[in-house]
């Protein structure tokens, strides 16, 4: 047995902890792909795709078959297998992986032969103690991105990572790790890229190339190494091919894209009433409100604090009729407390996680002692689902899944502890870094199926690779500082990288104090972030968008006004994330993977806001700002003026106007501003369109709550700029939903427009008119820091909507 730590040799060199597998004995084809047997070890391979390979190895007869991350299956068909006195080759259309018989090894390469990705040839496989890596061989440049909620730089080459989910609050730039395990990583070199996503829950450790030069690893410190190796010409193809393995998100309620406030904590009822008048007397738009832990009876999940909040139905039928969905904060922590309905029945049902001997595991939070549900039980995820009956009854369709690393106070959850894991058994240390995002699913299965066909909107701050199946991902407790503001634009942009559309930051900064500039910033970041929420801490000052002064006032509702005014246009990104996995904030790494400027400094905080907004972060105390521009023609937002890509520009960034570029070809529909979701836009769609390249559009509406668009209830087309933007074309409608919009205004920016233009033949006139995105800010200060509004000119010409094909020829 290898588990013994022996003295071996392989190719008569000797280790002492270090174990490879050993040289290859036999293999055998099965249905799926082959297992290999070597001396010290066995493989199973498995082919889910032609361009994804699956590699399993194990040193007993068992191979785990268990996933809470993969749901795709392995698929019988599309490879072969041949055998040479040195090696296995296993070819599929995209890949060819040959092991090697000499050390139990894998190489991968591409049709032509190029290698994609290699075990490192002298150990590549080691079993140490409990610790199981592979080493793979670093290629010439190779960089690494993923990992998803990770701090550090965009390209991981040089640093190393631990996946522990934890409680870190006010984390730093460098710390490691934080609240989510996304053992994903994309490797980049060579014009090449393939994907690595290691499925095994244990605390794991990543290194690319930190403390040496030779290798990129990773090491599980239990359970089995394996891993899906994906290869496809590019990176969204290999997110498409990371999210058909672990699922994608279903469409989430329209209103969970409108803006969110939040803080620690709201109470009483007054309090809420309070902040939701606000904003429709200041005519900022919100969608929710989000009640923190002092809603609760001394922060017992399920319950209410019935001074605080007497009539919880009450406030919830007045909110949602002035247009507000309630959020409530779950926290998975059940108060040991008699009478406490949800303890007694636990108790009785026996949902709760144990210790070896059969006692229920204690551990201290907000309500003091408690005992956590085993999610990982099927009957304990029933039991928790059907227990928010209460909420739903009383009409709140929000759920904050929060405090589910576990975190307890003094944050050692023992080893120990034990876990169901679907009557499979397993400890803590397979069970904890699944542990939110079981309780994610308990969530969302269990207030879908209450709901009846209308969409719950569910959060949560920890999670395991596949959790964009359940939930939205907020990266927890931030700092209100400028670095971290940068931070979580990565963050979550690395999520984006692993699978995870829809992700946020506290806007403004959870701990500390938020300076009237920062919240300013913060706000137009978060606006072109996919989740958007303010927050803050107890005992912090107030940070909504009315407290810092008029000036963020006004530059909070401009931005806000110009999220709401971008609906159309980000629910149809939304739409795409849920069909094929691609981000709705992308790093630029996704499409100009093989730009090293877009790894560099600032530049890497860079992202796409769907296809056509580059967003260019930059700090709250800087009035200038450097932006890099990749490939293509880029148009300043703001002013209108075209850039060439490939370029570094200098912009003006007052906080009234935070760098955005819309890339030449996009096409970008808007709609007038609402004060909520639930109020019906005018009835006319302000399609704008930038020239100067061919681009196209998915544009997707639906009934933003129900599920129906599963089944063809929704409205779909797709619109293209052709040739050269001279010719926009609108497909024929898909879907037997009507559109919101009876017009579309076409707003022609950038292009040599003349009087006219052709609707299917038909000639109409077109006029000049200025555009203001960003109306300018009140004149407050007399000497006005804040400068000018900025507008553009556009040739304007309006349309009428309609289910079949339009052909408009825009010179
Ligand atoms: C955790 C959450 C934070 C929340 C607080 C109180 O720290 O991350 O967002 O406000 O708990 O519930």
């Known amino acids: ?129 409990n610790d199981r890596t592979i080493y793979k061989s670093m290629q010439p440049g190779e960089r690494f991105i993923g990992l998803g909620e990770k ?85 969204a193809d290999i997110l498409q091919s990371y999210t058909m393995l672990t699922g994608r998100m279903e469409m989430p309620p329209l209103w969970s894209l409108g803006y969110q406030q939040c803080r620690y904590s709201y109470y009483p009822e007054e309090e809420v009433y309070n902040v939701a008048r606000t904003f429709r007397e200041k005519k900022i738009p919100a969608d929710a409100i989000v009640l923190d832990i002092h809603y609760m009876d001394n922060y017992k999940i399920f319950s209410w604090d019935s001074e605080r909040f007497p009539d919880p139905k009450r406030m919830l039928t007045g909110l949602r009729k002035d247009g507000y969905e309630i959020v409530v904060m779950c926290d998975p922590g059940i108060k040991i407390e008699e009478g406490y309905e949800p303890y007694r029945d ?29 999610f990982t039980n099927p009957r304990t995820r029933k039991w928790w689902g059907e227990k928010f009956q209460s909420y739903l009854d009383m009409g709140v369709r929000g759920f904050w899944n929060d405090m589910n690393e576990i975190a307890t106070w003094g944050q050692r959850l023992p080893d120990l502890i034990e876990f169901n894991f679907e009557g499979e058994g397993g400890s803590a240390k397979r069970g904890r870094n699944v542990f939110g995002t079981m ?91 996919p989740f958007f929420r303010g927050h803050t801490m107890i005992n912090s000052s107030d940070s909504e968008p009315w407290t810092f002064g008029e000036e963020v006032e006004d530059i909070s509702r401009n931005y806000i006004n110009l999220r709401y005014r ?88 007052p906080l009234t106007h935070l760098p955005l570029f819309v890339k030449a070809g996009s096409i970008i529909p808007m709609q007038s501003v609402v004060q909520t979701t639930k109020e019906r836009p005018d009835p006319m769609l302000h399609l704008h369109l930038y020239g100067g390249d061919e681009g196209n559009f998915q544009y997707f509406e639906d009934d933003g709550t129900s599920f129906q668009y599963q089944t063809g209830e929704f409205y779909q087309r797709n619109i293209s700029l052709k040739s050269s933007g001279d010719l926009l074309v609108l ?39 200025v555009v203001e995105f960003l109306p300018a800010i009140s004149n407050f200060d007399p000497v006005d820091k804040f400068g000018e509004a900025r507008t553009v000119t556009a040739r304007v010409a309006e349309i009428q909507n309609s289910r079949v094909s339009i052909e408009v020829g825009l010179n």
Not at 439 to 454: F, S
């Open 1 to 129: 047995s290898i588990t013994k730590m022996k003295e071996t040799t392989t190719r008569s060199v000797k280790h002492y902890e270090h174990q490879g597998p050993g040289t290859v004995l036999s293999y055998a084809t099965i249905n799926t792909g082959m297992i290999i047997r070597a001396e010290h070890a066995a493989a199973r391979v498995q082919v889910y795709g032609p361009g994804i390979i699956r590699v399993q190895i194990f040193e007993d007869d068992q191979f785990d078959e268990s996933s809470y991350a993969v749901i795709a299956a392995a698929q019988g068909v599309g490879f072969e297998i041949n055998d040479s006195a040195t090696e296995i080759v296993l070819t599929t259309t995209q890949v060819t992986l040959r092991v090697s018989k000499e050390l139990l090894s894998f190489k991968f390469e591409d049709q032509q032969g190029n290698i994609i990705n290699q075990d490192e040839t002298g150990f590549g496989i080691s079993m140490m103690g």
């Open 151 to 235: 701090t550090g730089n965009l390209d991981r080459r040089g640093s190393g990572y631990t996946n522990w989910n934890t409680d870190s609050f006010a984390y730093g730039p460098g710390s490691d790790p934080l609240y989510c395990t996304f053992p994903f990583y994309i490797g980049v070199h060579h014009q090449l890229v393939y994907g690595i996503f290691l499925d095994n829950s244990y605390k794991s450790h990543f290194n690319f190339g930190a403390s040496n030069d030779r290798f990129a690893s990773f090491t599980v410190e239990g359970g089995e190494l394996n891993y899906y190796f994906i290869h496809e010409a590019s990176v």
């Open 346 to 374: 636990g108790l009785k049902e026996e949902v709760f996680l144990k210790y070896p001997d059969g006692t229920n595991y204690s551990g201290e939070v907000w309500p003091g002692w408690c005992h956590f549900p085993d």
């Open 439 to 529: 309780m994610c699913k308990a969530t969302y299965d269990g207030t879908k199926e209450l709901l009846q066909g209308e969409r719950p909107f569910n959060l949560t701050r920890s999670a395991f690779a596949g959790v964009q199946r359940y939930s939205a991902v907020w990266t927890g407790d931030n700092v209100a500082n400028d670095e971290h503001m940068l931070l979580g634009v990565r963050l979550v942009n690395s999520l984006g990288l692993s699978g995870v559309a829809f992700t946020g930051y506290d806007v403004g900064g959870f701990v500390g104090e938020t300076s009237p500039g920062l919240f300013a910033r913060w706000i137009s970041l978060g606006a072109f972030s």
């Open 566 to 653: 971008l609906l159309p246009y980000l629910y149809s990104c939304f739409y795409e994330a849920s069909k094929t996995g691609i981000p709705v904030s992308r790093s630029l790494a996704i499409d100009y993977t093989f730009d090293s400027k877009i790894y560099e400094g600032r530049y890497q905080n860079q992202y796409l806001f769907g296809p056509s907004f580059l967003v260019a972060p930059v700090e709250s105390y800087k009035d200038l700002a450097k932006v890099y521009l990749p490939k293509g023609n880029w148009f300043d937002f703001h002013s209108g003026v075209l850039h060439h890509g490939e370029q570094e520009v200098y912009v003006d960034c």
């Open 731 to 769: 497909s024929e409608v898909e879907g037997s939903l009507e559109s919101k919009f009876e017009s579309i205004k076409l707003y022609l920016h950038g292009m040599p427009a003349g009087a006219f233009i052709t609707v299917n033949g038909q000639s109409i006139p077109t006029k000049n008119e």
